[in-house]
């Protein structure tokens, strides 16, 4: 009776996430504390401070919806609900933003699996032993197909993370397409690595995609396994090497600022400390702006794909001093928080990504 009254919702109305939530309950909770579910601007609070000081707010155009708050068949209006993701059955290129070409078929999701990959489930019930026991195959909301290879390299991320320009044709984030290509190591398998308990109740399994989505806002330490933080003693002084793993720039948004802070201790205490920001600064007529309203790029020292950063300091190490350094980032400084008018502390808050000592 449960599937019968639920499939009947999902053919009136469409189904949305907290229909999904009967089935992917797991799932579902990480879901809700991820950025996908929070990207709408009542749940992103530097996403709505942008637009407040947007040219095509007075217009009444809010064009950034079509990824922070899409709607698939017309019917959702839930930030990036599980349908934004699933649906999507190819990527349409342009060099301003690319563009999500979305299934039109109700009941059909795609999604991943490399055991399936080969394959289109549609829900069906079988029998053996003469009809004296049945089961059923997939699910009963909706029909599930495989064999989508956006999925397997990560390129299905990239309708929404590839890149933007803005009116000015400068581009405000730019993620290079080679990190979705590989089906070894891309957007999918960084972002949404395999964790314990299971994707489903219809099928159990032991592991499933991470749906809180890794990131500046979520689980962040656990992407510090690709940054490698080093400290080189040499006859002048140290270096700090800072190595980004990743297959893009350290941080993509636009308002993100990494910060270096550096401590040499003498007999625990602190003789010598310093830090280094790396950052992208835009700017319009050579004066600081905000990245809507930009037509150049000041200052752009921020951390690339595969780059090794080698941050040299004229301190002679003795032998009882100690040198600390920390790498982590700022959601957005408190000085831009200051002229957006954001007033949370935990979007202003420094944020250790990896520590290491000499």
Known sequence: MRYILLFITVILFGANSKLCKTCHPTIYSEYKESMHFKSTLKRDAIHNAL???????????????????????????????????????????????????YEKKPRLFYSKDITRRDKKITYHKTSSFFGLFSSTVGSPYHDIDYRNKNYYTGRVCMGCHSH???????????????????????CITCHMPKVLGSATTIKITKTHAYHGFLGAFNKPQM?????????????????????????????????????LKVIVLDK??????????????FGKDNKPTIPPLANMVIKDNMIKENETKVVKFNHKLSDNQKVIAILGYYKITPKS??????????????????RVEF
């Open 164 to 186: 933007l320009k803005n009116s000015a044709s400068l581009a405000l984030c730019q993620i290079p397409n080679k990190g979705a290509q590989s089906e070894k190591q891309n």
């Open 268 to 281: 625990q205490k602190p003789i010598f400390t310093k830090e280094v920001k790396f950052f992208k600064l």
């Open 337 to 354: 928080a200051k002229k957006l008018d954001i007033k949370s502390k935990n979007l202003t808050s420094f944020v250790e990504l990896k």
């Open 51 to 101: 637009w407040q000081k947007h040219p095509l707010k007075q217009k009444g155009e809010y064009k950034c919806a079509k990824c922070h708050n899409p709607k698939i068949e017309g019917k959702l209006d839930n930030g990036v609900d599980c349908l934004s993701c699933h649906k999507i059955k190819d990527i349409k290129e342009h060099t301003i933003a690319n563009t999500n070409i």
């Open 223 to 259: 992407l510090a396994k690709y940054i490698d933080l080093n400290i080189k003693k040499d006859a002048n002084g140290f270096s700090i090497l800072i190595k980004n793993n990743a297959p893009h720039p350290l941080f993509t948004q636009p308002l993100r600022v990494a910060k």
